[in-house]
């Protein structure tokens, strides 16, 4: 084009206009991309945008914690300030756990669960993109208080009165109440959403019973998100009017018992643990039977201790409060309970082991972590017995112990689960095998920077490293440890190089990985990878807990009876067809969430002391419920085939 | 939703408000909670049996229950595929609820004309809030019929819709199921 | 389901309806009379399940309906009945 002579002012003109036209032209179909992934409802495509959200929290809040251990090296360091140190534990605690650990468990339920239940989505595929915006602006509205320089820093489980507007007259807890009682909006109807799906979507065939575990604990903690989280929303209202409107829940001048804010904060705190932990057992449960070609050891077991899990979870909660003075008598009967609810746990740990057991195991990635993941547990759990017990846990309340112990816990089991399910279900998803190699360096290191962080701070802890203090004093003799234990959180951005290259280059040109790679049982596994948009040609239907591990068998085939019992890897199962013999009609895509979920988040900016703000807000979200209300879910033209 | 029908038997839209009601039941009980615990620690006036008046507050709860009683009936019309009756009865639903919120305004006008402002003692703290979290759950229902009202002014009487006022009409009587609890928590525990 | 029939009649729900409305009634009364102090508290709360549980069974329809949703309501009503019995508690309302 440049090279063409100019002619008159006209010509010029329509040779501008074209270019104009055709750089619009090319940004058209990534505008149409952008605009996709903002409404989609596809459950599939909603999975992924969790795990990316998901992930950068995790990256943020894992430097957030390495900055913690480098004040932390040696002792009278006076590298962070200390209110910043304050502010930076608490916003790791926070962001852990409600922004990366919260949203990467929903992208996997969100990826599996219809997947794995025979199910062409969820039950409410637009509440369910809902639910992931509001987690985002929830992440986002956090830490918009960074360049506020008000970041909160009142710890995680910001303790009254320490909290009130007197102790932290700033705006930092502001932002800590407001972001989550945002974020807690979708998560309650997230929960509602992997209820229904559950119990309502399920194929022809998929009894309870037959139920694979991973979409088992998805249903447990769907009810532990539905009860746990309301006491935690109540417990915000509190604290956000105590705060800003003079209200005196928490005011011991008024009658009022900080402790209430103890109690409703480990009322939803301690099911909140379990919420954690519980997915990450559903994928150890679907990795370690599939690597050892053996069914799950005493399936109903496993799932009855993890439903007893659900239903004990809620009544030990005053276990993080053994040190406030509740008396002998509530502390004897909480530290039972607790005692209690090691028993279901214990016993998911022996079925696992059981399962592995004259197995035919493959120390395939996926399974490296899951062991992993089974060990570690046993670590964080084993310090987790020894303070079940309230005399123990005086000595060690506040100490670095504890964060031994929930770090064994969150990372050992939590994140090794995470990561065996992404090398599990990558393959379903993206279609290509992540490299094994690769991955194992990823495990071997990441479990080597984990143990050399961690383990020493059960013994500095013991020695008397007291938690959430900027330093320690160089008598106290604690520099060794500390210093080994920040070597090792150094470690970490090491042992994240191998992923990092391992999903870069398998993105770009990785291994195809067929629709059963791993020679899995259940349903996720009989269809493409990446699954069609509708997941599965025909409906499937169900006969037996491990589908793939026997013939698939039709409907017509059945009704003849012409199919035949085969062991374990018996035959070949079938496979889902290519192309859907009926035309599939699938949900559209829809602004209205994203409409609704922009109010909500104007609403809460406005909680900073706007109420013009946050009644605008409102508005908009008021719009966006009747715009949704009002639009069809399926609409013309929209159907897929 | 989806084309095949659920395996339970009940449809999405119907299990989601009962798993949301089963929710719902731990906000309110920590709400009840809170005032449970912190009934007779307030330390200044005015103090509750001050202010609470019974007999005017039984009048506003005989309205909420009459609106339950509309609010099925309504359905029953429905059912029956008789639009009048249904939107008449719909009508009345939420008008009985405009009037409760109207006699809970009027109570917390009272009380604050008698120095009781929302920040000034534990008392009202836990029930301005209490109550208002009530409150605002009932403004949320009195929409949602009005528009469910409006709405049936035209149109099919079909299932989907039958199941639309049905599930209205289940958050409404959750609702009014909370206010008898804390009519006797609140009012006649006092 | 949502369709077709009937859960009851009109006189059915109505007859509810009075019942309630005599129960608040006497929750009323019991209230304002002094010889009853003594068991008021039980008293009421006794009538105040009454009530609650005949809105459930009857308006809610949860007497006519599936098994599963009267087990999704009680699990919450069960987890939140006890948080609220063991807040009380911890908090010495019962001692
Ligand atoms: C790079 C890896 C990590 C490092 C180096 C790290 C380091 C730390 C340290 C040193 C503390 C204690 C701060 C103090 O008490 O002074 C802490 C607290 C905490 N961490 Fe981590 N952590 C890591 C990963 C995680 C993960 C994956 C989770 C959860 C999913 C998590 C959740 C928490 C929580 C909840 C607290 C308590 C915060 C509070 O006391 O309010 N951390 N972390």
């Known amino acids: 084009m440049n090279s063409q002579p100019a002619g008159d002012r006209s010509e010029r003109l329509d040779g501008l206009n074209a270019r104009a036209r055709a750089m619009g032209q090319a940004w058209k179909p990534r505008l149409a991309v952008v605009a996709d992934w903002m409404t989609t409802v596809d459950h599939k495509k909603i999975a992924i945008l969790y795990f990316l959200s998901g992930m950068t929290f995790l990256l943020i809040a894992g430097m957030e914690g390495q900055l913690i251990r480098v004040q932390l090296a040696q002792s009278e360091l006076r590298i962070l300030d200390p209110n910043l140190y304050n ?88 932002f800590y109440v407001l972001a989550l009682l945002l974020a807690g909006v979708g998560t309650i109807a997230g929960g509602v959403n992997f209820v229904v799906t559950i119990l309502n979507l399920r194929a022809p065939g998929m009894t309870f019973m037959r139920l694979p575990l991973f979409t088992w604990m998805a249903l447990v903690v769907s009810i532990l998100i539905l009860l746990a989280f309301p006491p935690f929303t109540v ?28 109690h409703l904060f480990w009322v939803f705190g301690h099911p909140e643990v379990y919420i954690l932990v519980l997915p990450a057992f559903g994928i150890a449960s679907e990795v ?16 009855f201790s993890g439903v007893l899990i659900a239903f004990l979870g809620f009544g030990v909660w005053a276990h993080h409060m053994f040190a406030v003075g509740m008396g002998p008598l509530a502390n004897s009967v909480f530290a039972g309970a607790t005692m209690l609810i090691a028993v279901p746990t214990g016993i998911k740990i022996f079925n696992w082991i059981a399962t592995m057991w004259g197995g035919k195991l493959r120390f395939t990635t996926p399974m490296l972590w899951a062991i992993g993941l089974v060990s570690m547990f046993i670590i964080g759990g084993l310090s987790g017995v020894m303070h079940a017990s309230p005399p123990t846990d005086l000595q060690q309340t506040d100490t670095y112990f504890i964060v031994a112990h929930f770090h064994y816990v969150l990372i050992g089991g939590l994140v090794f689960g995470l990561f065996a399910g992404l090398y ?126 026997h013939p698939w068998i039709r409907p017509e085939e059945e009704e003849a009876g012409d199919h035949e019992d085969a062991g374990p890897g018996g035959v070949e199962p079938r496979l889902q067809p290519e192309v859907a013999p009926e035309p599939v009609v699938m949900p559209s895509n829809s602004w209205w969430p994203m409409v609704m979920s922009i109010g909500m988040l104007i609403a809460t900016v406005g909680g900073l002391g706007s109420l013009e703000t946050t009644l605008v807000g409102a508005a908009i979200t008021l719009v966006g419920l009747f715009g949704w ?8 033209g929209a159907g897929h085939l | 939703m989806s084309e095949l029908a659920p395996v339970t038997g009940i449809r999405n839209r119907k299990l989601a408000m009962w798993t949301f009601i089963g929710s719902e039941c731990m906000l309110f009980a920590t709400l009840i909670s809170t005032y449970m615990v912190y009934r007779g620690r307030n330390l200044i006036g005015p103090y509750p049996h001050e202010l609470l008046n019974v007999p005017f507050i039984t009048v506003t709860t005989f309205v909420l229950l009459m609106s339950s009683l509309c609010m099925v009936l309504a359905l029953a019309a429905m059912q029956q595929g008789n639009r009048r009756q249904a939107r008449f009865r719909l009508f009345l639903t939420a008008a009985l609820g405009l009037v409760f919120l109207v006699g809970q305004f009027y109570e917390f006008n009272h009380f604050h004309h008698e120095g009781l402002g929302l920040s000034r003692n534990l008392f009202s703290s836990t029930f301005y809030i209490l109550t208002g979290t009530h409150g605002a759950h009932v403004l949320g229902g009195v929409i949602w019929l009005s528009t469910l009202f409006l709405r049936l002014g035209s149109g099919p009487i079909d299932a989907e819709r039958i199941e639309t006022v049905e599930i209205a009409g289940l958050y409404w009587h959750f609702v009014d199921a909370v206010w008898i609890i804390l009519f006797t928590l609140i009012y006649l525990l006092a | 389901m949502a369709a077709g029939h009937e859960h009851a009649s009109t006189r059915f729900y109505v007859a509810i309806a009075v019942i309630l409305a005599v129960l608040t009634a006497l929750e009323v009364m019991v209230f304002f ?15 105040m399940a009454a009530k609650f549980f005949l809105v459930a069974a009857f308006f809610m329809h949860l007497r006519f309906d599936g098994r599963l ?27």
């Open chain 1, 288 to 303: 370690i039977p599939t690597f050892s070609r053996k069914g799950l050891f005493g399936y109903p077991v496993v799932v």
């Open chain 3, 33 to 47: 009379i002094e010889a009853l102090r003594p068991v008021l508290t039980p008293l009421l709360l006794i009538m």
């Open chain 1, 424 to 549: 599990y279900w990558f393959p379903k998803a993206t279609g290509k095998m992540l490299s094994d190699k690769l991955g194992k360096w990823h495990f071997w290191l990441t479990l080597a920077a984990f143990n050399i962080t961690f383990f020493p701070m059960h013994f500095s802890g013991l020695l008397g490293m007291p938690r959430r203090t900027f330093t320690y004093p160089s008598e106290l003799g604690l520099d060794g440890f500390n210093l080994v234990s920040t070597i090792g959180a150094g470690l970490f951005t090491v042992a994240f190089v191998p992923l990092i290259v391992n999903l870069w280059k398998t993105l770009r040109n990785g291994e195809p990985a067929g629709a059963n790679p791993w020679g899995a049982p259940t349903l996720e596994w009989s269809t493409g990878s990446p699954p069609p948009h509708y997941n599965f040609a025909v409906v499937p239907r169900v006969q037996r807990r491990d589908p793939l591990w």
């Open chain 1, 235 to 262: 417990g915000l209202l509190f604290l956000l009017f105590d705060r800003n409107f003079g209200t005196h829940f928490f005011d011991a001048a008024a009658g009022a018992d900080p402790l209430l804010w103890q």
């Open chain 1, 629 to 636: 209300a009002f639009e069809p879910a399926f609409r013309d």
């Open chain 1, 87 to 174: 502010q930076l534990f608490t916003m790791h605690g926070t962001t852990m756990v409600f922004f990366a650990g919260m949203p990467l468990i929903i992208a996997y339920f969100n990826f599996v669960v219809p997947l794995q239940i025979g199910a062409r989505d969820v039950a409410f595929p637009r509440l369910n993109m809902f639910s992931w915006w509001l987690a985002v602006f929830g992440g986002l509205f956090l830490y918009a208080s960074v360049p506020l320089g008000s970041m909160p820093d009142g710890g995680w489980f910001a303790y009254t009165p320490l909290t009130n507007r007197e102790y932290s007259p700033g705006r930092g807890m502001d």
């Open chain 3, 69 to 95: 949703l009267n087990v999704v309501f009680a699990w919450g009503l069960v987890v939140a009945t006890g948080i609220t019995l063991a807040l009380m508690a911890v908090f010495g309302r019962f001692s």
